[in-house]
């Protein structure tokens, strides 16, 4: 069974910091991309991020950039993002997504999908 359990969410002030973790099981790690959506109170969800296991190429949105960081550790099946400089605008329930396209993922088509942590910026 395909398990992916986030965790490292909660309650930051602007400008704070936070690490979700992203444990995956239940299918080979390594022939994987690992992802993250977040979706806002009455927004659509949006891709975030992912990087791609295999050759360790990360992806993001602009607005992400240069204040969260995708990593993985690979003997753990666990992908992790650091997200720096929180913003208020940042607020969202954040999912971890697999698949084995980075292209599914982008779209929001990822075969997994976690249950998805809270992230609550306080401005």
């Known amino acids: 069974e395909v398990q992916l359990v986030e965790s490292g969410g909660g309650l930051v002030q602007a400008g704070g910091s936070l690490r979700l973790s992203c444990a995956a099981s239940?299918?080979?790690?390594?022939?994987?991309?690992i992802g993250w959506f977040r979706q806002a109170p009455g927004k659509e969800r949006e891709f975030v991020s992912c990087?791609?296991?295999?050759?360790?190429?990360?992806y993001e949105i602009d607005s992400v950039k240069g204040r969260f960081t995708i990593s993985s550790d690979n003997a753990k099946n666990t992908v992790f993002l650091q997200m720096n400089s929180l913003e208020p605008e940042d607020t969202a329930v954040y999912y971890c997504?697999?698949?084995?396209?980075?292209?599914?993922?982008?779209?929001?088509?990822?075969?997994?999908w976690g249950q998805g942590t809270q992230v609550t910026v306080s401005s």
């Open positions: 239940g299918f080979t790690f390594d022939d994987y991309a």
């Open positions: 990087i791609n296991i295999k050759d360790s190429r990360t």
């Open positions: 997504v697999a698949d084995v396209l980075v292209s599914a993922i982008v779209v929001g088509r990822a075969d997994y």
